[in-house]
């Protein structure tokens, strides 16, 4: 359902237009942009890059569900750079989430992130003035590196990027949410407990200030990003 809301360049064919939104395909490890889908779980949008739009939804966590199909898992050390890049410039003004989740034993490639096991690692968020701006950092970047925290527990993990776009986040389930989950493979991790945990989906109802927002008009005075505090370890 591309919906007209995002067709604001109706003179494109179709082609150019089903091939515009993004994904997040590659994983950046120990300094490498690793192939598409290689340490990433394809998406079910892989060839439409169509977002997701129910934060309720299963989809909503890995975006998998009609895919399903086994990934690799890069090994990298706490403490070092890992990041996200997308198929193309992140054009929809927006912010970034990062999300972290432990499998509970060596089997991340087969685990589902069920439960409250998520916590967040990095975000981007906007930036506001009080009302005359908003700004969003993220905005066109090529992809999102950040540090893995050192007092990361070594283990398994997957590790869930979403970018929430909201250039017609002004109704309801307007927002839309562009995301993967990589798999990764912690090695030289510390004793930290991450946290605060939640279950995606359940962390966001749609209803989220930094969700439902008109970021046009009146110009926001603030931005609440959505979801738990960051853990920095
Ligand atoms: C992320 O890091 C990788 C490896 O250093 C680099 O190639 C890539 O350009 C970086 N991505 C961004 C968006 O800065
Ligand atoms: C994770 O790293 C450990 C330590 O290097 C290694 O023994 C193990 O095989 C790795 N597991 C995966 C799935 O890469
Ligand atoms: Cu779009």
Request: hydrophobic share 40%.
């Amino acid at each position: 359902m591309f919906s007209s809301k995002c067709l604001s360049v109706t003179l494109l064919s179709l082609a150019t237009f089903v091939s515009s939104h993004y994904t997040f395909p590659n994983l950046v490890a120990n300094g490498v942009t690793t192939a598409d889908w290689l340490d990433v779980r394809q998406t079910d949008n892989y060839d439409s890059n169509a977002p997701v739009t129910d934060v309720t939804s299963a989809d909503f966590r890995c975006y998998n569900t009609a895919l399903n199909l086994p990934a690799q898992t890069a090994t990298v050390a706490a403490g070092s750079s890992i990041g996200f890049m997308a198929n193309g410039p992140v054009y929809h003004p927006g912010v970034v989430n990062v999300y972290m989740a432990k499998a509970p034993s060596s089997n991340v490639a087969t685990w589902d992130g069920d439960g409250a096991v998520w916590f967040k690692v990095f975000e981007i968020s906007a930036v506001t003035d009080g009302g005359s701006s908003i700004s969003f950092p993220a905005l066109n970047a090529l992809g999102y590196n950040f540090t893995l925290p050192e007092a990361l527990p070594s283990g398994q993990y997957l590790v869930r990027i979403e970018q929430i776009a909201l250039h017609v986040a002004s109704t309801f389930g307007g927002a839309q949410f562009y995301l993967s989950c990589g798999q990764i493979n912690v090695t030289g991790g510390g004793n930290g407990t991450p946290g605060p945990l939640v279950s995606i989906p359940g962390v966001y109802t749609g209803n989220e200030p930094g969700i439902l927002i008109n970021i046009y008009y009146p110009v926001p005075a603030t931005y609440v990003q959505p979801g738990p505090a960051v853990w920095s370890g």
